[in-house]
């Protein structure tokens, strides 16, 4: 079975500091992606960052990187200079070949001015 | 096209009547999913489409769950009998396979209180 643990249940973070968010997950799987998701309070679930799982370079979208480790089944996410919009749940997902998502528990970030 | 769609926002309802929430996809996407969310918790799967097609239902969902993709464009979701647990957010998704290759795009959600 696909299975996604995010450890952490909540990290808070100062405001402009960097702050990293753990995923790990398993799959028999050669050929999939790995996703983060960003959900704010009462807001609807929005795409942060992707990686397909055949590449070696890491995604990265402007203050969001993720640290892709694929023979340990790692999926970080690092965000940099953070702000306080970028409070929010954020899920850990794994899409399967039929183009299916796997979801964390999630982690909720909270960001001190 | 202003991404996926989601009516109503807000449905309370008393315990035992049926309620239908309706789906608008992005235009384009062959693919609608429907997830369930409680408070503090990932998405849990339901049901998913492709074009008007049903693929999969999970097992967690009872007799009482009905879904529907008429002619592979927008969908509804039906609870019948109502029960106080099925209080929750439900989420509507859309994605384009095999392009997107699993990202979703999420509606706002229709938020159900029973009561």
């Known amino acids: 079975a696909q299975t996604v643990t995010q450890s952490q249940p909540e990290m808070s973070v100062q405001e402009a500091e960097t702050v990293t968010l753990s995923c790990t997950y398993d799959?028999?799987?050669?050929?999939?992606?790995l996703f983060w998701y960003k959900q704010p309070p009462s807001r609807q679930m929005i795409l942060v960052i992707r990686q397909e799982a055949y590449k070696q370079q890491n995604a990265t979208e402007n203050r969001f990187s993720v640290n892709f480790q694929k023979a340990a089944k790692s999926f970080s996410l690092k965000i940099s200079d953070s702000q306080l919009g970028d409070a929010a749940m954020y899920f850990c997902a794994l899409g399967d070949s039929n183009y299916q998502l796997i979801w964390g528990a999630g982690t909720k970030l909270i960001i001190k001015p | 096209d202003t991404g996926v769609s989601q009516d109503p926002r807000h449905k309370i309802t008393k315990r035992g009547q049926n309620v239908t929430f309706r789906c608008d996809p992005i235009?384009?996407?062959?693919?609608l999913y429907w997830y369930r969310q409680t408070l503090g918790q990932g998405p849990e799967f339901l049901t998913y489409f492709q074009n008007e097609a049903q693929l999969e239902k999970s097992r967690l969902l009872s007799d009482r769950f009905s879904a529907e993709r008429p002619k592979g464009s927008f969908s509804t979701l039906e609870i019948q009998r109502t029960e106080q647990g099925d209080s929750a957010m439900y989420l509507c998704?859309?994605?384009?396979?095999?392009?997107?290759?699993?990202?979703?795009?999420f509606g706002s959600g229709t938020r159900l209180t029973v009561v």
């Open positions: 235009s384009e996407h062959n693919r």
């Open positions: 998704a859309s994605s384009l396979v095999p392009e997107t290759v699993g990202g979703y795009t």
């Open positions: 799959t028999s799987e050669s050929d999939y992606y």
